[in-house]
């Protein structure tokens, strides 16, 4: 079975740190990752997604994907109280599967 | 105002009862799909739509039924509840299947 493995946290950051967030998964012909954030009673936002080996970068936001080691990884630079959520990996994979990671939650200390 | 859109957004129900979630969206997109989302177990996908009259299995199909007979709405329906279905359900729809997936806002289904 394809699957998504996700670290459930919670990981505690201090203000204005990188917060390292990572998903590995076992489908190698995986082709499109993406990652969400969840507010506790939200629903899920699309925060970025990355279809190609290295970095993707948005604003505050790097995505990393190495599909040799099979994973994908978000860090968030300059951390605030407000990226405080459940951090979803999704994957698009060969077959047209979609599997979500069962989340990281990440709290950020002021 | 364009989005997608869940109703109800609260339902208590009981074993044994019929219930529709509704989803409707607005912005034409392709592909819907169903999740719901427990403690432990994250999202999960039940159904999926490439289209009117097209839907495919995702996950966790058992004990549900999803027609589409138009582009912006996606109906999913317990046919006859039962405890293990209380969940969050989220909608979602997207351009394509691998394409970035928006949410709509849940709805929260507590069977008795």
């Known amino acids: 079975q394809k699957e998504v493995e996700q670290n459930s946290g919670p990981l505690s950051v201090p203000e204005g740190a990188i917060a390292s967030l990572n998903c590995t998964y076992s489908?190698?012909?995986?082709?499109?990752f993406f990652w969400y954030r969840q507010y506790s009673g939200k629903s899920p936002e699309l925060i970025m997604f990355?279809?190609?080996?290295g970095d993707k970068e948005d604003g505050r936001f790097t995505a990393q994907l190495n599909k040799a080691s099979q994973y994908v990884s978000l860090l968030i630079r300059d951390s605030q109280p407000s990226d405080s959520a459940t951090y979803l990996c999704?994957?698009?994979?060969?077959?047209?599967?979609?599997?979500f990671g069962k989340g990281t939650k990440l709290s950020v200390k002021p | 105002d364009a989005g997608i859109t869940q109703s109800p957004r609260y339902k208590i129900t009981e074993t044994g009862r019929q219930v529709t979630l509704m989803c409707h969206q607005t912005?034409?997109?392709?592909?819907m799909f169903w999740y719901r989302q427990d403690l432990g177990h994250g999202l999960r996908l039940i159904y999926y739509?490439?289209?009117?009259?097209?839907?495919d299995k995702g996950e966790v199909p058992d004990g549900y039924v999803v027609s589409r007979s138009k582009t912006e709405n996606f109906p999913l329906t317990l046919e006859s509840a039962t405890r293990s279905q209380t969940s969050v359900y989220f909608c979602?729809?997207?351009?394509?299947?691998?394409?970035?997936?928006?949410f709509g806002p849940g709805t929260r289904l507590t069977v008795l």
């Open positions: 979602a729809s997207s351009e394509t299947l691998t394409d970035t997936q928006y």
């Open positions: 489908d190698r012909g995986s082709q499109s």
């Open positions: 990355i279809y190609s080996n």
């Open positions: 999704l994957l698009g994979g060969s077959q047209g599967n979609l599997i």
């Open positions: 912005w034409s997109h392709s592909y």
């Open positions: 739509s490439a289209a009117a009259d097209i839907t």
